[in-house]
């Protein structure tokens, strides 16, 4: 795979070992223990937010491979069963690690992002991926500046996917965003800034207009 | 500018308008299995029996011929699975139907310039498009095709040089045939396959595969042929004996019912016929 496969797949966090483990499954999947593969995957992206942020691509390419070389999909089965088990526990997961809370929700919107089924998203993660993005839209969560980060770039990410599935919890999620902005106490100025913007996108149709990048992304020229 | 409340619960104050119905209000059960309560308002993320299903497909349905409401799985795997399946069997149904209509047009043009008349009559019938069915169709498809049998026979015999009656065909999922009917010209069909199975070792049944799939293949072969229930029951011998299982594509959850008894009582078709 080389210095670019890698950095494409983001494993240079992982141990020697591990990596030739990964690099065997993409290239040998039935080879290798996909369940243990999958496993190793989901830790490491509960831990490693860098990693959580794009492991989406090497869960793609280890299906593919695995579904062209013998028709299965072991590996699809068991990172969606584990994914589903730390779905179930979440609220237990974000109060031991706020960190790996944030983790865990960049890694199944990344997820959803890239797996798709016959060109259609997963319908079976649409549900919980809001249930995730509802929860960080709690008080609680939006005091804390890194969950509202997180929030928001989910929301760059996949929201127009995800409205498209379900629009009416959209609607019901930017009702919440709406209220925390307005009311929500303890709010930091840049966590104000991040909702404003993310309401501003949606209403921009998902789209990044001219004014809202010079005024949001633009240095400011004096 | 008004500020409402918020409640925990997404399902809207009196003041804003009211949502469509939730695709769960009626269900008998959740996706879990269990009877659902019988309360307007759905659970919000934060309720303590949080029985979100995971997606907004119906959670439980009913064969006309099964003992009652099935409820599907929830787990995310079997989820996504069944999602694959479907989408596949839809595209599946609008390019045959597509299909028909090009003959239906060629036929057309050929007669109304006096030609010969065309192979079969296939005025548009109705074609079967129940999902429930149509799914259940095609895992029986399936597992016939997972075979090194299918294999073989289509790398031998490819498809343009398939002779009627002498090369075995598959069923049709989207004609319409009784339930006994389809299982019948399955089970047919898949013991016709047993003619491309690979040479044996002298006495052994079993297909030679390497040890490690051997091992696999074992596991999934038990489970597959427990959960596929009466369906391959009778087959049971051909399974074991003839029809040795490459890896399959997925694992399957039990099927519905199956008229063992009517399938035992009809007369097997002619093995002769089979080459």
Known sequence: MGETGKEEYRIQSFDAETQQLLKTALKDPSSVDLEKVANIIVDQSLQDCVFSKEAGRICYTIIQAESKQVGQSVFRRSLLNRLQQEYKDREELRSRSLQAWICYVTFICNIFDYLRVNNMPMMALVNPVYDCLFRLAQPDSLRKEEEVDCLVLQLHRIGEQLERMNSQRMDELFSLLRDGFLLQEGLSSLSQLLLLEIIEFRAADWKMTDAAQKYYYSEVTD | ?275
């Open chain 2, 1 to 275: 500018m008004s500020f409402r409340q918020r409640s925990p619960h997404g399902g809207g104050t009196s003041s804003s308008p009211q949502p469509p119905p939730r695709w769960s209000q009626g269900r008998k059960r959740g996706a879990d299995g269990k009877r659902r309560k019988q309360n307007g308002t759905d659970s919000s993320v934060f309720d303590e029996n949080e029985h979100r299903p995971s997606d907004n497909r119906l959670d439980s349905f009913t064969t006309p011929e099964g003992p009652g409401p099935l409820s599907r799985c929830s787990d995310w795997g079997t989820a996504v699975e069944e999602d694959e399946m479907r989408t596949s069997v839809n595209k599946e149904i609008a390019r045959y139907r597509r299909k028909l209509l090009i003959n239906e047009f060629s036929r057309e043009r050929k007669s109304s310039s006096g030609s010969s008349d065309s192979k079969e009559s296939t005025v548009m019938v109705e074609l079967e498009t129940d999902e429930v069915v149509l799914m259940r169709r095609q895992k029986q498809i399936n597992y016939g095709k997972n075979t090194i049998a299918y294999d073989r026979y289509i790398k031998e015999v490819p498809r343009c040089h398939r002779i009627p009656g002498v090369h075995p065909r598959t069923p049709n999922k989207f004609k319409k045939y009784s339930r006994r009917s389809w299982d019948q010209q399955i089970k047919l069909w898949k013991v016709a396959l047993h003619s491309w199975d690979p040479p044996t070792e002298e006495g052994c049944d079993l297909q030679e595969i390497s040890p490690v799939d051997l091992g696999e293949m074992e596991t999934e072969s038990i489970g597959s042929n427990s959960t596929e229930s009466q369906t391959s029951s009778q087959d049971n011998d051909d399974t074991y004996s003839g029809t040795p299982t490459k890896v399959r594509h997925v694992d399957y959850q039990a099927e519905g019912e199956f008229d063992l008894e009517a399938c035992l009582s009809e007369p097997l078709k002619d093995f002769n016929t089979v080459s």
